[in-house]
C-alpha cells in the first residue's frame, strides 16, 4: 500500500491557511453553467478519517450521468495533512482526494463533493478548493447547513429555500425527497446553482443523499478499513535497533 504525503510547502497553521484560501478564493469562476445534468460522467469524492492511526482515506466513483451506473472508481490513503479546525477541513483532504482522482483511468466530468462550495463561511469551501486546483467544475451537497440560516421547503421532492448569510443567497436548502430532511447544495467552480440544484436532484432518484456521494462513502470507509488492517499486520519496530523484528 503507498501512502500519500503531505505535500511541500502544505499549510502548517490556521494563518498560513486562511492565506491560501485568499489567495484560491479570487479564481473561483462563478460565471459558466456547467455540463447539462444527465449527460456525461459525474463523480462522487469522500474521505474517512481513523485519526488514532493518522490515516485518512479518499475514494473518487464516476458514474455515467444518465444511467447512474459506475464507471469507474480510485481510492487513495493518505497521512492526514492538517489539524482539524471548522473551516479548514479542506486541508485535511484535498492531497489524497486528488491522489484519488489522479487514479482514476478516465476524466471526472463534474465533481460533487459532500461538504460545501461557496457556503462557506469564507466563500470557499472544500468543493470551490478542489475547483480551483483540478479545473475541474465542482458543486458541494452537504448534509447540515452549516452556520447559515434558510425557511423550511416545501415539503414535495425538488422544492428548495436560499440559504443565507445575512441577506447574501450561498446556496440552496434542496428538498431531494418527500417530506425528507433536505440537502445543502452550493456551488464550488464553474456550475451555477440552478445546475448544481438539477444535478443534484438527478443524482438522488431514491435517497436522500446523492448517488456519487452515497457510493464514494462507501468506498472510502471499505479503503480505510484495509488500510488499517494493512497497518495492524505490519510489526512494530524494536525499539533498541529500530528495526521491525525478525518474522
Known amino acids: ?71 469507474a472508481e480510485a481510492t487513495a490513503v493518505g497521512r492526514v495533512s492538517f489539524p482539524y479546525v471548522p473551516g479548514l477541513l479542506a486541508f485535511r483532504e484535498i492531497p489524497t482526494v486528488r491522489a484519488a482522482l489522479d ?23 472544500l468543493a470551490s478548493h478542489l475547483g480551483v486546483l483540478t479545473g475541474l467544475p465542482t458543486i458541494g451537497v452537504a448534509k447540515n447547513p452549516f452556520t447559515f440560516r434558510h425557511d423550511e421547503p416545501a415539503a414535495a421532492r425538488g422544492a428548495s429555500a436560499p440559504l443565507l448569510a445575512g441577506s447574501e443567497e ?50 472510502c470507509r471499505r479503503a480505510l478499513a484495509e488500510a488499517a488492517r494493512a497497518h495492524a499486520r505490519v510489526p512494530a519496530p524494536d525499539t533498541t535497533t529500530g528495526r521491525a523484528p525478525a518474522s
Open 1 to 71: 500500500m503507498t501512502t500519500v504525503g503531505v505535500p511541500a510547502g502544505w499549510p502548517a497553521t490556521e494563518e498560513e491557511a486562511r492565506a491560501v484560501q485568499d489567495e484560491l478564493r479570487g479564481r473561483v469562476v462563478l460565471g459558466e453553467p456547467g455540463p447539462p445534468p444527465g449527460t456525461g460522467r459525474v463523480t462522487g469524492v469522500d474521505v474517512a478519517y481513523d485519526d488514532a492511526l493518522d490515516l485518512v482515506a479518499a475514494a473518487a466513483v464516476v458514474l455515467d450521468a444518465a444511467t447512474l451506473d459506475v464507471v
Open 103 to 125: 487514479r482514476l483511468p478516465c476524466p471526472p466530468g463534474l465533481i460533487v463533493c459532500d461538504g460545501y462550495g461557496l457556503a462557506h463561511p469564507r466563500r470557499f469551501g
Open 170 to 219: 450561498v446556496g440552496r436548502a434542496l428538498r431531494t425527497r418527500d417530506g425528507v430532511k433536505p440537502v445543502f447544495v452550493s456551488v464550488g467552480h464553474r456550475v451555477s446553482l440552478d445546475n448544481a440544484l438539477a444535478h443534484t436532484l438527478a443524482l438522488t432518484p431514491a435517497y436522500r443523499l446523492p448517488e456519487t456521494t452515497r457510493r464514494a462513502d462507501a468506498l
